[in-house]
């Protein structure tokens, strides 16, 4: 299919911060890298690229927005911003008798176009007719006629006359009959001053509701340079990119259609004359994801996280049930910078308690944090529900050390930290559930005993 590497690369960017525990530069990095190598080698133009990647970066660092709106306003992001790098559709609006004007190079697709589109229309109960005023190239005319046959379609041609103006002039009475009348052109190498002259002179006599430019997009980024050329000569209302299949320049003619704002009406994908597709950037990426649309994508990241896992934190406290999993939930629910005097400052009463912590200890804290966020992606899920397993298991340590480039000391010491908060929140809670009320004595104590015991802060 199309651009089917961005595809993959937006689904794995998507989903990786979707399931990811925390969002970090190392994954953004990683994400912005993979979507990159997509965006290019469906052609897109660098600078794009660069733009794109420079907003994904400012809103994952942006550290106002915490936790899981992160999560979706960058899934968002990421997704509207591709979708406006790859354009806009647009529909044809048809009335009674719509005539629409062909335009293009040589090969770019016109003829066999104008009939994909002659079957197209005709299958939705329109009266179609073809009108062929290539005059240039000996065989147009029959080509016309043949695909015509196979389209089903009426199609008003004159292989003899080679005055564009006069075959129109010839057939005006009948066209008007028509609901629909797609008109071919005779192309050239390039947009000169005869097709120039030309178009605007049938244009005169056809009056078209559209003028279309057709663009192969194998031509990928000189898209561009061909519809701002015809846009300003001729006036285009938009364009119809052919040959979508089977090229990796894909990505290339559509963003250089968005980046010119012309609108595409159709694209191209096949030979066969039913192979013509309409083209709506928001559905041709929720297909290339594989997804429904973005809000049902959002409601699945949102239902993962946040209230519940909030309150799946609350009643495993209350069973005594605590795993690393939980500890970090809570860390990043503060944006990832919190740091240990936060944590235990939402452990009710154990604000008062550790107050004064010096700044210098507190970096020192946050660089720790950043460590064990990749000693803990480096866990297996089994490994973070049950931190306890880990506890002898020399092996297991070191495999996630070297997995997430830490020390083994650094996760012995994390696995120490988690025994003690768990501890210390466990207590806290027979505390407060004893008569409901805490105890700030008590608490104040029992701080101090933990931090004798080598809870740094
Ligand atoms: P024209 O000179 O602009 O009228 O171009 P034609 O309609 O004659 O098409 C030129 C070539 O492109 C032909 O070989 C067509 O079969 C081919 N072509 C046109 N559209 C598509 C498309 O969407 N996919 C593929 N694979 N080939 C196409
Ligand atoms: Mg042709």
Redesign the pocket.
Known sequence: MVLEKLGSALKKGITKISNAIFIDKKLIDEIIKELQRALIEADVNVELVFQLSQKIKKLALDEKIKGIDKKEQLIKLIHDEIENLLGKGKELKLQKNTKILFL??????????ISKLGFYYSKRGRKVALLGL?TQ?PA?MD?LEQMAKKAKVPVFIDKKEKSPEKIIKKYKKELDKYDLILV?TA?RDGLNKELTKEIKSIEKEIKPDYRIL?M?ADIGQAAKTQAQEFQKALNIDGVII?????TAKAGGALTACAETNSPVFF?????KVH??ETFDPSSFISRLLGMGDLNALLEKVKSATTEKQQKRIESRLKKGKFTLLDLYSQLESMNQLGSMDKILGMVPGLGNATKKIPKAQLEKQEQKMKHWKYAINSMTEQEIENPDILEKQTPRISRIAKGSGTTTSEIRELLKQYKLLKEMLGMQNQIASSDGKIDQKMLQKMAKKFRGKGFKL
């Open positions: 293009g190079l040589y090969g770019s697709g016109k003829t066999t176009t290539d190239r147009a080509q071919d192309g057709v192969p052919t040959r979508m299949d089977g694209i191209g994908v096949g030979e192979e013509i």
